[in-house]
């Protein structure tokens, strides 16, 4: 069993930087993914890292301004966000999948975290 805590959350200017943590507990050597939620919009997929973080991979639509990193000797996975937009507000998830590989669909995530909220005002 794993459980997924993530922190880091708040409210930023347009323009400016947020870093997510992620603090898994149990076995974690899984590949692991942040993924968020806007409101009345359907969850979608962020970021997504490999189970020693040699591999990555993006949405679209952070790709440049988002980096995901993690450091496996304090089981903590990270989400670096800068150049924040208003379209980034959302609830950030943090998810971890039974598998080394990384993936970007969200049905292939099997652990998930409580959310944190990232808000970017105008």
């Known amino acids: 069993q794993v459980q997924l805590v993530e922190s880091g959350g708040g409210l930023v200017q347009a323009g400016g930087s947020l870093r997510l943590s992620c603090a898994a507990s149990?076995?974690?050597?899984?590949?692991m993914g942040w993924f968020r939620q806007a409101p009345g919009k359907d969850r979608e997929f962020v970021a997504s890292i490999n189970w020693n973080g040699?591999?990555?991979?993006?949405?679209d639509s952070v790709k440049g301004r988002f980096t995901i990193s993690r450091d496996n000797t304090k089981n903590t996975v990270y989400l670096q966000m800068n150049s924040l937009k208003p379209e980034d507000t959302a609830v950030y998830y943090c998810?971890?999948?039974?598998?080394?590989?990384?993936?970007?669909?969200?049905?292939?995530?099997?652990?998930w975290g409580q959310g944190t909220q990232v808000t970017v005002s105008s």
């Open positions: 149990g076995r974690t050597y899984y590949a």
């Open positions: 998810a971890a999948r039974r598998f080394a590989t990384m993936s970007y669909v969200i049905s292939e995530y099997d652990y």
